[in-house]
């Protein structure tokens, strides 16, 4: 069956734009994850919902980072203002309940 | 201090050769932990989950030492396809949900 896509794939973008990252999780799972991942660096929790709601979005570095998921089903991560410190890999993850996390290829953004 | 903890590496070992990874985590309420294996801008995958009392899955042995918090990981028999970034990963399994920390990998490569 069809794994967790995101969209887009690659993202490059001007310092103090706006971007949208898109997540498309697998058909089923309540649960949906976001986490950065730096180069050198294991990836790094943002913020999980359960269902259409943000159960915990402790790991959002600042206000200008926001997520939905409006449906329970599509998410999608909003960065505002973007700084170059923001580039990275965003990854997402879904799972059923408090199963095993399966993980989305990935949107690589880069801030010029 | 980073909450999971993992020597980067590189390892560079022959086809057929054994060897161990280890993982050390700070937080001793951590209920749950996984070896995650990520190839090259890629996204990360199970690899095992690991128990107190050990487990093994073919040539693949994880140990969990809660009293140390001391996590790891042994591959036999290595082939070239072991070559990727081994991620240790703990969970604290609080709310119904995995909230994932992951530390920054142990990057494998297996030559010929």
Known sequence: GAGVSQTPSNKVTEKGKYVELRCDPISGHTALYWYRQSLGQGPEFLIYFQGTGAADDSGLPNDRFFAVRPEGSVSTLKIQRTERGDSAVYLCASSLDSDTQYFGPGTRLTVL | ?112
């Not at chain 2, 060897?19 to 050390?24: D, I, K």
């Not at chain 2, 036999?76 to 990727?84: E, F, Q, V, Y």
């Not at chain 2, 991620?87 to 142990?106: D, E, Q, W």
Request: proline share 5%; charged share 20%; hydrophobic share 30%.
């Open chain 2, 1 to 112: 201090r980073k909450e999971v903890e993992q020597d980067p590496g590189p390892f560079n070992v022959p086809e057929g050769a054994t060897v161990a990874f280890n993982c050390t985590y700070s937080n001793s309420a951590s209920q749950s932990f996984f070896w995650y294996r990520q190839d090259c801008r890629k996204e990360p995958k199970l690899l095992m989950s690991v128990y107190s009392s050990g487990n093994e899955d073919g040539r693949f042995t994880a140990q969990l030492n809660r009293a140390s918090q001391y996590i790891s990981l042994l591959i036999r028999d290595s082939k070239l396809s072991d070559s990727a970034t081994y991620l240790c990963v703990v969970s604290p399994l609080g709310g119904g949900y995995n909230k994932l920390i992951f530390g920054a990998g142990t990057r494998l490569a297996v030559h010929p």
